[in-house]
Each structure stands twice: as structure tokens, then as C-alpha cells.
């Protein structure tokens, strides 16, 4: 079992930043890839990043690719994702997910766990 839980959202100008942090419990963290989402309103959930369980692998949506950045802490039971230059279409619920998986995966399908979700708004 793990549990994860999001934090850093918040509401930020077009061409700011954002760090969003997810605490995993367990000592297991380290087996699974992990990924991030977002769904905004009225849209289905998005793929946005993924890394492996050792970090050496990362995967983007083409929509952020180059812009945010996802790396882990394994010591630290924490997933990051770095978000720069938003953009108002960024505005959304983030969640990280967990998946036990030797592939990095770009759908919500496969995802064992969840977190809560962080919310996270752009202004123009």
C-alpha cells in the first residue's frame, strides 16, 4: 500500500513557477514508477510526465515538454515536478500517481495509487 499526497499548488502569473512535491508513505516507494496528471474542468485526466523507479528515465507531454521538469528523491519518499514558464492552460488539478511498472506509463490506466490532487492556477 502507499499513500501519496500532493502539496505546492497555488496560483501563480503566465511565465511564473511552481514546485509541486508528493510525500509517498511506505517503504516500497522506490519500486515504482511514478507519474504525474492533470485534469482541468470539464476535461478528461492528462498525461503531463513520468519518471522511473531510479530516476534514470523520464517521459513528457509534449505540452510541457521543456517547460516542466520531473525528477524523485528516493531517500526522501518525494516525487517533484518543477513547472516553469506557465501558461494559463496549465491551470488544473495536479495528481501524482504510483505504478508498478517497468515502463514509463502515459495513461491514467496502470496507476496503482493516487494522490488528492493540488490545485494549480494561471492567470494571464
Known amino acids: 500500500q502507499v499513500q501519496l499526497v500532493e502539496s505546492g499548488g497555488g496560483l501563480v502569473q503566465a511565465g511564473g513557477s511552481l514546485r509541486l512535491s508528493c510525500a509517498a508513505s511506505g517503504r516500497t516507494f522506490s519500486s515504482y514508477a511514478m507519474g504525474w496528471f492533470r485534469q482541468a474542468p470539464g476535461k478528461e485526466r492528462e498525461f503531463v510526465a513520468a519518471?522511473?523507479?531510479?530516476?534514470?528515465?523520464?517521459y513528457y507531454a509534449d505540452s510541457v515538454k521543456g517547460r516542466f521538469t520531473i525528477s524523485r528523491d528516493n531517500a526522501k519518499n518525494t516525487v517533484y515536478l518543477q513547472m516553469n514558464s506557465l501558461k494559463p492552460e496549465d491551470t488544473a488539478v495536479y495528481y501524482c500517481?504510483?505504478?508498478?511498472?517497468?515502463?514509463?506509463?502515459?495513461?491514467?490506466?496502470?496507476?496503482?495509487?493516487w494522490g488528492q490532487g493540488t490545485q494549480v492556477t494561471v492567470s494571464s
Open positions: 500517481a504510483a505504478a508498478l511498472s517497468p515502463t514509463l506509463l502515459p495513461t491514467p490506466v496502470g496507476y496503482d495509487y
Open positions: 519518471i522511473s523507479w531510479s530516476g534514470g528515465s523520464t
